[in-house]
Nanobody
Framework: QVQLVESGGGLVQPGGSLRLSCAAS????????MGWYRQAPGKERELVAT???????IYADSVKARFSISRDNAKNTVYLQMNSLKSEDTAVYYC?????????WGQGTQVTVSS
């Protein structure tokens, strides 16, 4: 049984920073891709950033200059450093992982950007 456990969400003022973490645990042979998606109220879930086992990354255009994704393969953990946060970044952020070619999702963590 594989689980993804997220942490690091919360309330932050515009221009502030947050760091999200997501740790995968359980029976894991290979993590192909880890990443983050988000869903704002009334909107569809969208990709934020992903990172492959080799280190290549993909970012949504809306976050490319402000967010940074990284992973610690020894800890099966992915991080999302979010800087210069804007109100439009407010959403539930979901961790995603492709583990042994199966897709897994975290439970979601709320990020609210507001003054």
């Amino acid at each position: 049984q594989v689980q993804l456990v997220e942490s690091g969400g919360g309330l932050v003022q515009p221009g502030g920073s947050l760091r999200l973490s997501c740790a995968a645990s359980g029976s894991i042979f290979s993590i192909v891709v880890m990443g983050w998606y988000r869903q704002a109220p009334g909107k569809e879930r969208e990709l934020v950033a992903t990172i492959r086992d080799g280190g290549s990354t993909i970012y949504a255009d809306s976050v490319k200059a402000r967010f940074s994704i990284s992973r610690d393969n020894a800890k099966n953990t992915v991080y999302l450093q979010m800087n210069s946060l804007k109100s439009e970044d407010t959403a539930v952020y979901y961790c995603y992982a492709n583990i042994d070619w199966y897709q897994y999702w975290g439970q979601g963590t709320q990020v609210t950007v507001s003054s």
